[in-house]
């Protein structure tokens, strides 16, 4: 487990400048910031920024009924978890957490910055906690500004 934390330290560190040299523009959110079209399936080059620490993968979704199902996993495969989201009842459900982030106060950020996230178009009043930033590269820029997390996701070519 210490080998992992390393590599994901390391990873953390090399793209930590990603975004400080990111142009961002706030544009009006469309109504669902992930596009489900023909394939129903979205795949978007992933990363999570803590502090001094990113944490960079892929983020794979597919629209299955009325859930959404998902999974985040680094670059070499290693899932970090895997979440499905009800539409309906817009309720989210984390599972196959991995070990050193199956943490109760991680998976309970987690969870709540998921949720606001694939529930954003729906949200009517402002959030002093958490803010979404649309680029017109169709990158969505996701800040948890409480704990200081930013999530980055970004359309795979």
Do not use: H
Not at 2 to 8: A, K, P, Q
Not at 39 to 61: A, I, P
């Amino acid at each position: 487990m210490t080998r992992f934390l390393l590599l994901i330290s390391i990873l953390f560190a090399s793209v930590a400048n990603l975004f400080a040299s990111a142009s961002e523009q706030e544009l009006i959110p469309p109504d669902t910031l992930f596009r489900f079209e023909n394939s129903e399936r979205v795949e978007y080059n992933f990363s999570l920024q803590f502090k001094n620490n990113t944490f960079t993968g892929v983020c794979v979704m597919k629209l299955m009924g009325q859930e959404i199902r998902g999974s985040i996993m680094n670059e070499f495969g290693v899932k970090a978890f895997d979440f499905v989201y009800d539409t309906n009842s817009r309720s989210i459900d984390l599972r196959n957490v991995i070990g050193f982030m199956n943490r109760l106060l991680v998976k309970r950020t987690l969870k709540a910055d998921w949720k606001y996230l694939l529930s954003f178009s729906s949200i009517t009043k402002a959030d002093k906690k958490r803010s979404i930033v649309v680029t017109e590269r169709g990158e969505i820029i996701f800040k948890n500004k409480k704990r200081g997390i930013v999530y980055k996701l970004s359309p795979l070519k």
